[in-house]
């Protein structure tokens, strides 16, 4: 891929919590849940970032900062811009009334569980103008229609009359149209996708990330695409970010990330991945141990515990990222001086 002009930077986010840490000495002591900690990337126009991590490693936690979307007492620092019309603005500090016409208009989200985001009790039609009506001076007779045009790009068949349906009439690889129908509808040009699959089985998998790429060529739309699935990533990204306890481990195109692993977490989790060469007669090779807790993060690398590499420098501060060769980033200095 050439040159790209950047749409959205996200520069040093933390995002942490309060949290009660119990008593130390007879004294109430309060500390912070670092959840996020220090992740910067940049997806260009048109382009596609893979956010790729296990559960709890902070994936919709970013995606919910870009979007503002974050519990109140979430605790957030860093730089998000956004560049629109010329103009580049940084989300966190943006007015009220700016975030709410970006959000769902220039940057759409679709969600995991389809069936928390809709509303049971509202025509999936309407929900789907209501998306336009919130964003456009247009009328409802035309918001409608367009509403229909829209589930007609996300391939419904009969749309018209599937407009009239309520969620639950509707199969899980339909409602899950209907979300990316309802995301797409202002024609924005981010779209974060937050494990948009994973609640669906195989075959309607892959006809959603068929559709997924099919609307990117159309619309010329950016995304960030969140999984905690190699596989898929490895089909839709055209670079790959990795999160390991809330930091970013890994970032490069998608061959430097799934060739040529420079992370050791990176390298330990695409050995555990199956493929057509693995003797399936022998037990995978997992990485020892488990991810540690929140509470419990070593202030250095949070991979230190399982790490097979690790000297005595890593547990005490964050190692910085490395750049391994152009554009191919890795946060571990020991092996990759
Ligand atoms: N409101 C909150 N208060 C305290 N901790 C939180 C809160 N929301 C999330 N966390 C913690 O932050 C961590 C990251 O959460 P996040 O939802 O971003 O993970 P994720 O990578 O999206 O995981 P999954 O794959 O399970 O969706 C988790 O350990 C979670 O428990
Ligand atoms: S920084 Fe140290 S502990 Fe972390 S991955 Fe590299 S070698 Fe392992
Ligand atoms: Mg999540």
New binding site residues.
């Given amino acids: 891929m050439g040159f790209v002009a950047p749409l959205l930077e996200v520069r040093h986010l933390n995002?942490a919590?309060p949290?009660q840490s119990g008593e130390n000495n007879g004294v109430e002591k309060s500390s912070v849940?670092q959840?996020?900690r220090d992740v910067s990337f940049l997806i260009g126009c048109g382009e596609v970032l893979g956010l790729l991590?296990?559960?709890?490693?902070?994936?919709?936690?970013?995606s919910?900062a870009i979007m503002r979307l974050l519990?109140p007492?979430?605790l957030v620092s860093g730089e998000i811009f956004f560049a629109e019309n010329g103009a580049t603005r940084n989300l966190p500090v943006l007015d009220d009334e700016s975030m709410r016409q970006l959000r769902g208009a220039r940057i759409a989200m679709i969600f995991?569980e389809p069936m928390t985001a809709l509303n049971p009790v509202m025509r999936v039609g309407d929900q789907i103008a209501e998306a336009l009506l919130a964003h456009q001076p247009i009328s409802k007779r035309e918001a409608h229609d367009r509403a229909i045009e829209a589930m007609n790009d996300v391939a419904i068949p009969d749309p018209a009359r599937r407009a009239r349906d309520y969620p639950h009439q509707l199969s899980g690889g339909m409602r899950q149209r209907v979300m990316i129908a309802m995301a797409i509808v202002n024609r924005p040009q981010l779209l974060i996708a937050?494990?948009p699959t994973t609640a669906l089985d195989v075959t309607i998998q892959a006809q959603i990330l068929d559709l997924l790429a099919e609307l990117r060529a159309r619309f010329k739309l950016a995304m960030l695409f969140?999984s905690?699935d190699f596989a898929v990533v490895s089909q839709v990204a055209d670079r790959v970010a990795v999160?390991y306890a809330?930091a970013l481990v890994e970032l490069g195109s998608r061959r430097d990330v799934f060739s040529n692993p420079a992370h050791p977490y990176t390298r330990g989790l695409l050995h555990a991945v199956p493929d057509l060469t693995t003797d399936r007669s022998r037990p995978l090779e997992t990485i020892a141990g488990t991810v540690p807790?929140?509470q419990a993060l070593p202030p250095g690398c949070a991979f230190e515990p399982r790490c097979q590499f690790r000297v005595e420098e890593c547990v005490r501060t964050l190692p910085p990222l490395i750049e391994v060769s152009g554009g191919h980033w890795a946060r571990c200095p020991v092996i990759n001086k």
């Fill in positions: 995002i919590f949290a849940l959840a996020v991590g296990e559960s709890g490693s902070g994936k919709s936690l970013t919910l519990p007492q979430a995991q937050d494990e969140i905690h999160m809330g807790p929140l």
